[in-house]
């Protein structure tokens, strides 16, 4: 299948959309009844791995959930150099912007492996944000996160270095696994995506940290922070 054609919505079992519905941070907090009234808004989609869910471009008229595998989102410099802005996995969404005003996809979201995608037109998200209101301050603090997350990441590129960056990085991924033993959420391609700069010197800085005993390294992914203190210090 051309990675430029998405699938038509697949008539699934109630249950699994229901799944994904309750996988999302903005509704998981709901009970079983306002659950289903939402599922029954949602539409699954499989598609292939390097299909789009959108591009830069497409209307940006819903919400996206992830319900199985990975989706990447990321934008497009003006030399055609791809940034990464984030990583989906099951019970991530996107497309939040579209809930308050109508507004063209600035960004390109991508299958990176076989997925399963519901979404859920922004008409009928704001019916139900006048439905169950409580809905909306999961929305906003959402909002805030990720807002939060991506002016870090500016002013990171901006005038961090490279080790400084990548250090952080680490020290997140371990506070988000909740241990310092963890595999890292993304290929090193796409971490230097994220980071700013190339997947060599991705791999060159990792063997520098290794090599000063600040972690160890254990395949592609597998990372253990060794010296937590260390890479906090890193300039």
Same mark, same amino acid.
């Given at each position: ?6 699938s038509?919505?697949?008539k ?10 309750? %996988? *999302?941070p903005?509704f998981n ?5 306002? !659950?289903? *009234?939402i +599922?029954?808004? +949602?539409?699954?989609? #499989? ?8 591009? /830069?471009?497409?209307?940006s008229?819903k919400?996206?959930?992830v319900?199985r595998?990975?989706v990447?989102v990321? %934008? &497009?410099a003006?030399?055609g150099?791809e940034?990464? @802005?984030?990583?989906?996995? $099951?019970?991530?969404? +996107?497309?939040? !912007?579209?809930l308050?005003a109508?507004?063209s996809?600035?960004?390109? /979201? ?11 037109? =922004? #008409?009928d @998200?704001?019916?139900?944000?006048l ?5 909306s301050?999961? *929305? &906003? $603090?959402?909002l ?5 997350t ?6 990171a ?8 960056? &990548?250090? =952080?990085?680490? *020290?997140?991924?371990?506070?988000h ?6 595999? &890292?959420?993304?290929? %090193?391609r ?5 980071l700013?700069?190339t997947?060599e010197t @991705? ?5 520098e940290f290794?090599?000063a005993?600040w972690?160890s390294?254990s395949? =592609?992914r597998?990372?253990?922070?060794l010296?937590? /203190? ?6």
């Amino acid at each position: 299948m051309s990675p430029d054609l998405r699938s038509p919505p697949e008539k699934v079992h109630e249950h699994a959309v229901e799944s994904c519905v309750a %996988r *999302v941070p903005i509704f998981n907090h709901l009970p079983v009844d306002q !659950l289903s *009234v939402i +599922a029954g808004k +949602a539409l699954m989609h #499989t598609y292939d791995r390097g299909q789009f869910i959108h591009r /830069a471009g497409d209307p940006s008229d819903k919400l996206f959930i992830v319900h199985r595998g990975q989706v990447k989102v990321y %934008r &497009l410099a003006d030399n055609g150099k791809e940034q990464l @802005v984030r990583i989906l996995s $099951a019970g991530d969404f +996107a497309g939040e !912007l579209a809930l308050f005003a109508a507004t063209s996809q600035d960004s390109y /979201a991508q299958a990176m492996q076989p997925s399963q995608v519901c979404t859920i037109y =922004q #008409t009928d @998200v704001r019916r139900l944000l006048l439905q169950y209101p409580d809905i909306s301050l999961h *929305v &906003l $603090a959402e909002l805030s996160r990720r807002l939060d997350t991506s002016e870090k990441q500016t002013a990171a590129i901006a005038t961090a270095s490279i080790n400084a960056r &990548l250090a =952080q990085y680490l *020290v997140d991924q371990a506070h988000h696994a909740g241990s310092d033993d963890f595999s &890292l959420s993304m290929s %090193r391609r796409h971490m230097a995506s994220f980071l700013g700069t190339t997947p060599e010197t @991705v791999s060159r800085r990792l063997g520098e940290f290794e090599e000063a005993g600040w972690i160890s390294q254990s395949g =592609q992914r597998q990372i253990t922070i060794l010296d937590r /203190a260390a890479l906090l210090r890193v300039e």
